[in-house]
């Protein structure tokens, strides 16, 4: 079966929810493979990044801003940047 990428429409309606413009990119230790989760809130994605350091899931998080490739957060970069600037 293939999955379709992009937004799905269901009976010729716009989908309901905004569009991801946030993605949460998890590099993680030994044999596992890196992750990406995609967010429509900055706030939601930063929040996403620290849960998955804290609980040791992850060797690198970094939250980047899709409309322009802004990195908003990176622990190991020291990078941090306040809300008013998501």
């Known amino acids: 079966m293939a999955m379709r990428s992009g937004?799905?429409?269901?009976?010729?309606?716009?989908?309901?929810?905004?569009?991801?413009?946030?993605?949460?990119?998890c590099e993680r230790r030994g044999p596992f493979?890196?992750?990406l989760d995609r967010y429509h809130s900055p706030a939601l994605a930063v929040e996403s990044a620290r849960a998955l350091e804290t609980a040791g899931l992850a060797s690198r998080v970094m939250?980047?801003?899709?409309?322009?490739?802004?990195?908003?957060?990176?622990?190991?970069?020291?990078?941090?940047?306040?809300?008013?600037?998501?």
């Open 33 to 35: 493979e890196p992750s």
């Open 7 to 25: 937004p799905r429409r269901w009976g010729g309606f716009d989908p309901i929810w905004p569009a991801d413009r946030y993605e949460v990119l």
């Open 63 to 86: 939250v980047v801003r899709l409309a322009d490739g802004v990195v908003i957060y990176d622990r190991v970069e020291g990078i941090a940047l306040p809300p008013e600037e998501w």
